[in-house]
């Protein structure tokens, strides 16, 4: 097998293709993307047998940043006849000696309004070609997490891309994409945009423990606070800190104080801050070096934070301030974990995720 595909937001094409091509790269896998603007994915060609197999087990897909999903293709189908779609579908694998059994399958479009047409058919496509694909062993007869995952993508009616991810290095969600109901009662919609965060960056067995009823969370650029919510609805105190109006409804809560301040020159009270979570719209890099400053001196122990991206060169300023905040952390001996991804509700921005795991720099 020779290509990935990857799934981004329409419109980074460039992007995804730009960090594919170095992941490749530093791996020595040879080949290049293709790209088309708009489509919502990209294909990655490699010029060996099986390096498509190697990419998606040896690129870690957490650290990539505008990929949504990535998997193997091991056939590409142009005109499936509309009366039989299932048997050129079964030949195609038929002819694959590496082809994995798989314990789920995901019959997806890429995320454009012309291809989502597509998705209904993609629903009642699913039960029979589950049959089908079960009654000659390339699902297994229950559905199984922890198996690699079948992946057929149309991208158009009759034209479509089969292949595998690995279930322990994939997007365990549907296209990529967490499905996230808006709550009534929130403020504003980028309300999702944290909550999203939360779904990708902490594992949901740890939920309870780190984002924990009773801390202290820091909200810069908070109103009219669609952030902040996502904290006080897991029972949080919250420092909102913003010059713009809060929500009555988060301030009623008791939980929340606002202060009318610049979120650059904001000391928290206390050093009692677990979350400091910041949606500024102001310059990445300024957002960036705000966010170390604040672990460094130890005034929070997480952080999530929006990057907004410049019209110009957006893969290249992420690259930059991100290679400058692991450099400023580790040189003031802070250890971290960090991740970033352009998350399906960011649009000219990504999300970054950093937690402290510890930290001897003198405060
Ligand atoms: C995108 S909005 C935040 C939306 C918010 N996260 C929500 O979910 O409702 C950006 C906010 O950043 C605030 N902001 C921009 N620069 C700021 C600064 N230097 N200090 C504090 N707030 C700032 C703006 O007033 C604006 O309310």
């Not at 995804?16 to 990209?42: M, T």
Request: net charge neutral.
């Amino acid at each position: 097998m020779k290509q990935v595909m990857l799934y981004c937001r329409s419109g980074f094409e460039k992007e995804c293709a730009g960090e594919i091509q170095d992941r490749a790269n530093a791996l020595e896998v040879f080949g290049f993307p293709r790209v088309k603007n708009n489509s919502g994915y990209v294909l990655f060609e490699c010029y060996q047998a099986g390096d498509a197999d190697k990419l998606i087990r040896e690129i870690d897909f957490q650290s990539l940043i505008f990929a949504r999903q990535m998997f193997a293709i091991a056939s590409e189908l142009e005109s499936l006849p509309a009366d039989d779609r299932i048997t050129p579908l079964l030949e195609s694998l038929q002819e694959l000696e590496a082809f994995p059994r798989c314990g789920d399958l995901r019959i997806e479009t890429p995320d454009t309004n012309e291809a989502k047409e597509l998705l209904k058919f993609c629903r009642k496509f699913t039960v029979p070609v589950r049959q089908a694909m079960r009654g000659k062993g390339y699902l297994f007869n229950k559905e199984h997490s922890k198996k690699p995952v079948l992946h057929i993508c149309f991208v158009k009616p009759g034209h479509c891309f089969v292949g595998y991810s690995y279930a322990n290095n994939n997007s365990p969600f549907f296209m990529g994409i967490p499905r996230l109901k808006f709550p009534a009662d929130a403020p504003s919609r980028s309300t999702l945009k944290l909550e999203e965060a939360f779904h990708v960056f902490i594992p949901k067995e740890e939920w309870d423990t780190r984002l924990a009823s009773g801390m202290w969370g820091v909200d810069l650029g908070a109103c009219p606070g669609g952030w902040t919510y996502q904290l006080v609805r897991r029972s949080m105190f919250v420092h909102a800190v913003d010059n713009g109006m809060m929500a009555d409804s988060l301030m009623d809560t008791g939980q929340v104080k606002h202060h009318q301040e610049d979120g650059f020159k904001f000391e928290p009270p206390r050093k009692n801050v677990t979350w400091l979570v910041c949606d500024m719209v102001e310059k990445p890099s300024r957002v960036a070096q705000l966010m170390g400053e604040w672990l460094i001196r130890g005034w929070a122990k997480e952080t999530i934070f929006n990057l907004k991206l410049p019209m110009k060169g957006r893969y290249d300023e992420v690259l930059e301030d991100i290679e400058n905040l692991k450099y400023f952390l580790i040189e003031n001996k802070v250890k971290f974990k960090i991740q970033a991804k352009h998350l399906y509700h960011d649009r000219e921005e990504i999300t970054v995720h950093i937690q402290v795991l510890s930290n001897i720099s003198p405060h």
